[in-house]
Nanobody, 122 residues
């Protein structure tokens, strides 16, 4: 397992940008695919971006073309660059190890970090 600390959220206007960071602790990080997830009020948590150890990426249709996930395996960091933000992007954003089947509804986890709040105003 890994320990996860997300940062970089904030309040922005629609059309703005934010860069999120995730610091991970754990020996498994280097070989695990990682993902960024988000949970909006009154909604279920969803996977929005995933990246393999070698940098292959996939995105939810709702963020494709606007968000970019990246990672630094040496530093054990995962990043999410968010551009052209929309009010519907408002959510708490989390990173975690990606699991097959997370597209749609993420599988249960033993651990989630505190996440970082992203709020996009109209």
């Amino acid at each position: 397992q890994v320990r996860l600390v997300e940062s970089g959220g904030g309040l922005v206007q629609a059309g703005g940008s934010l860069s999120l960071s995730c610091a991970a602790t754990g020996s498994a990080f280097r070989i695990n695919p990682m993902g960024w997830y988000r949970q909006a009020p009154e909604k279920q948590r969803e996977l929005v971006a995933a990246i393999t150890r070698l940098g292959r990426t996939n995105y939810a249709d709702s963020v494709k073309g606007r968000f970019t996930i990246s990672r630094d395996n040496t530093k054990k960091m995962v990043y999410l660059k968010m551009n052209s933000l929309k009010p519907e992007d408002t959510a708490v954003y989390y990173c975690n190890v990606y699991q097959e089947g997370d597209w749609g509804l993420p599988r249960p986890r033993d651990y989630w970090g505190q996440g970082t709040q992203v709020t996009v105003s109209s």
